[in-house]
């Protein structure tokens, strides 16, 4: 994971106004767990 941060910041994929990003803040997952229920 640290690689690919790494190789994205470097590649300056992400733009803001100020500028490209230069260093990695931090890291997020985000899972989304769905369920169906019959309605009767």
Known sequence: ???SR???IAAG???TVS???EAVKG???IDRNVTDY???
Request: no cysteine; proline share 0%.
């Open 1 to 3: 994971m640290k690689l």
């Open 6 to 8: 790494a190789q994205i």
């Open 13 to 15: 994929v992400f733009t």
């Open 19 to 21: 500028g490209k990003l």
């Open 27 to 29: 890291a997020r997952v």
């Open 38 to 40: 019959e309605l009767v």
